[in-house]
């Protein structure tokens, strides 16, 4: 097995030409022809993460978040990205990123999320050509008053704490979402007739709402987690003898604390 082949399962479901712009999906530590023994799916690519990969014996690691996102000045074990790269480059482990690669598809983030609240009708909120695109928008089985409706996105998503801003009056019906930092997507949900929006890293004016139209932050890390055993499902379905595994401490890589 090499890097390649394990990319190739990973791109039949999320295309590396569908990222946006800014990003850096993709393959960003070494090559596509290196032999590959075990891989390993996790969350955000950590010194921990490559630590754990390599006790379980894999020489890849899949994630969602890229580890270099912006550019590089120094590498240095003082800094935690710097720490991550020199650990797998020192550990022969390959590092690829599915980001928003991931996040454009349906079957990915934001169509998880529509799924977890048993949503119906779900299509992509802002469709791009080819049918891909961000944040996902469907129904309810049966409208929800909205303390119903925040009671059910906290039990499906694990949540102690919700952040929302003020309640719409009268039933939920429709609702739009988008896995992470999705405050650019508000103006297409409500376009798109929700009366409800989930997303993450939303900002103290934004809940200023207009009547009829609320939003709900769940956070970051708990709206995308879930693209982690979809990421393995994807590479095990194309290998099913092959040895991958997710991040054994997943649960506890979330690096926001609630206290």
Known sequence: MRVSDVISAIEAFA??????????????????????????????????????????GCDMVVTHHPLIFGGLKSIS??????????????GGV???????????????????????????????????????????????????????????????????????????AGKISRVAMCGGSGASLIGAARRAGAQLYISADISYHHFFTEEGFMIADIGHFESEVEITGILFSEIQKKFPNFAVCIDPDLANSNPINYI
């Open 15 to 56: 295309p590396l030409s569908i990222q946006e712009s800014w990003d850096n999906s993709g393959l960003l530590i070494g090559s596509p022809s290196d032999e590959v023994r075990g891989v390993m799916v996790g969350f955000d690519c950590t010194p921990g993460l490559i630590e754990r990969a390599l006790a379980a």
């Open 77 to 90: 074990p003082e800094d935690p990205v710097g720490d991550a790269v020199i650990r797998a480059v020192r």
């Open 94 to 168: 390959a590092v690829y990123a599915a980001h928003t690669t991931a996040d454009k598809v349906i079957a990915g983030v934001s169509g998880a999320m529509a799924r977890r609240l048993g949503l119906q009708d779900v299509r992509i909120l802002e469709e791009e050509p080819g049918g891909n695109g961000l944040g996902t928008v469907g129904d309810f089985p049966e409208p929800l008053e909205a303390d119903a409706a925040l009671a059910l996105v906290k039990e499906r998503f694990g949540l102690r704490i919700l952040r929302v801003s003020k309640p719409v």
